[in-house]
């Protein structure tokens, strides 16, 4: 069967510090990947999406970046965080087949 | 559409009553359609999910409809209980759209003993 592995849960991080979170997916081959935002109390916008390895498309202008660096692996990342960078990240897999998306459990980053 | 600035819309419920969550969308195009709960903390699980060669599915305890005509989708619940306290997002794609999920604002339920 296949899971989604998405970590760290919690991170506090200091305004213009570095970040790195990391999505893995097993169990499939080729998936489409997915990286979401969510503000408290708000809907999911998504930020980054990926159809193959090294192919990102973003989706709204920001101070973040996204990489493939292998096929079951997605990467979100900042070289300075700001205060408006806080939020729940979520990353997601979907099958290209299929079209329902599968969730991992989440990053709730706040930068101090 | 996609929602993400606004606050989410909440509903109140009776354990036992049913409920119904109400979901628009504006793409003619779109195809397929997911109902997501997210539970306070934890990333979306998927509930059920409807073509739009169908108007009516049912799972257990839970039935999505769907009316392309007025391009409106829905969410009922029957006999709700406390776990169903979560907020519910509809998604909709289209073949043209790379397979991305478009996601509605989301529906806070809270289950009232």
């Known amino acids: 069967s296949q899971t989604i592995h998405q970590w760290p849960a919690t991170l506090v991080q200091p305004v213009g510090s570095p970040l790195s979170l990391e999505c893995t997916v097993e169990g499939t081959s080729n998936p489409n990947l997915y990286w979401y935002r969510q503000a408290a109390g708000r809907g999911l916008q998504l930020l980054f999406y990926s159809v193959g390895i090294g192919q990102i498309s973003s989706e709204v202008p920001q101070n973040l970046s996204a990489s493939r660096p292998q096929d079951r692996q997605f990467i979100l990342s900042s070289k300075k965080l700001l205060l408006s960078d806080s939020g729940f990240y979520l990353c997601?897999?979907?099958?290209?087949?299929?079209?329902?998306?599968?969730f991992g459990q989440g990053t709730r980053l706040t930068v101090v | 559409g996609e929602s993400v600035g606004l606050h989410l819309p909440t509903l109140s419920v009776q354990e036992g009553d049913n409920s119904i969550i109400n979901c628009a969308y504006s793409n003619s195009a779109s195809d397929y359609f997911i109902w997501y709960k997210q539970e306070s903390g934890k990333g979306p699980q998927f509930i059920i999910d409807i073509r739009s060669n169908m108007d009516k599915r049912q799972g257990q305890r839970v039935t999505v409809l769907l009316n392309k005509t007025v391009k409106h989708l829905s969410l009922q619940i029957a006999a709700t209980q406390p776990g169903d306290s979560a907020v519910y997002f509809c998604?909709?794609?289209?073949?043209?759209?790379?397979?991305?999920?478009?996601f509605g604002s989301g529906t806070q339920l809270t289950v009232l003993p």
């Open positions: 998604a909709e794609t289209s073949s043209g759209s790379a397979r991305q999920l478009t």
């Open positions: 997601a897999w979907g099958d290209r087949v299929g079209t329902e998306a599968f």
